[in-house]
């Protein structure tokens, strides 16, 4: 197993992830993102926007990893950010951290891992 490192506002987190676990998360960030440009084209049209239903990811292997944004607080998904909760039992790191960099760390993880 590869670790997957995340680059946080301040300072990264880095821990035993799975190439499936990654592809996962992939797909749940792809569907968040299309509900982040939803939110962000009908937030000009005037309307009162339907709310959009926020991405809830949890991963359990050696760490317990849990990712969550509400797309709805956003003006565009490049100011988006994810809430990130990473524990075992023995320590328990949560923090915020940019949307745009997790993508960019979780690409660059599935290329290293092929």
């Known amino acids: 197993m590869t670790q997957l490192t995340l680059n946080l506002v301040q300072g990264s987190v880095r821990f035993n992830f799975s190439a499936q676990a990654a592809m996962s998360l992939k797909s ?6 299309q509900r982040l440009k939803t939110v962000a084209n009908n937030s000009g049209s005037g309307g009162r926007p339907q709310p959009e239903k926020p991405m809830e990811y949890r991963y359990t292997g050696e760490v ?44 660059q993880y599935l290329e290293q891992v092929g």
């Not at 749940?28 to 993102?33: A, G, N, P, S, V």
């Open 28 to 33: 749940e960030i792809d569907q968040l993102m």
């Open 64 to 107: 317990f990893l849990e990712v969550f944004c509400n797309p709805n607080i956003y003006p565009s998904p490049f100011a988006a950010k994810v809430l990130l909760t990473v524990r075992d039992d023995k320590i328990r790191l949560t923090t915020e951290a940019e949307l745009t960099r997790i993508i960019e760390d979780l690409g």
